[in-house]
């Protein structure tokens, strides 16, 4: 397995987005981070003093087979780049393992929410959490 953390312009969310929904990836984080690049941020003022301000980026992550991984990347890059500064940054990290805490599984594959085999008291599939109770309040009626 293998880890993509991408550092991007907020403004440019949408695009690496619709690359991963078409990749249909099971699972995503997005974070906003600030820091500053080469050009260590951008001055400001504020009366009459100057200060840097970091830059406020997002940061999204993802854990995918290795097979898949470099792909990936070179997606989300052709995505981002336009040959100027703060483009963004694309990193490939290795995982040794995964923990599912509330399933309690170990191991190196990062499985679906969709096929997750561990019980659960909320619905997994389309149906909605409305028909899942009225077959819940059927089903005690007919015990009851």
Not at 34 to 59: C, F, H, L, M, P
């Amino acid at each position: 397995m293998k880890k993509i953390e991408a550092v991007i312009q907020p403004f440019k969310l949408d695009a690496v987005r619709e690359i991963l929904a078409k990749a249909k990836l099971p699972r995503i984080n997005i974070f906003e981070v600030k820091g500053a690049g080469n050009q260590q941020g951008s001055i400001k003022q504020y009366r009459g003093t100057e200060y840097i301000e970091d830059s406020v980026e997002i940061k999204i992550e993802m854990v995918i087979d290795d097979d898949e991984a470099e792909p990936m990347a070179d997606r989300i890059i052709d995505a981002l780049r336009t040959g100027d500064l703060s483009d963004g940054e694309v990193i490939i990290l290795p995982v040794e393992q995964s923990l599912r805490l509330r399933a309690g599984q170990r191991g190196h594959r990062v499985r679906s929410w969709e096929r997750d085999p561990a019980t659960s008291y909320l619905p997994r599939d389309a149906t909605t959490l409305k028909s899942y109770l009225n077959a819940l309040r059927r089903k005690f009626h007919e015990a009851g």
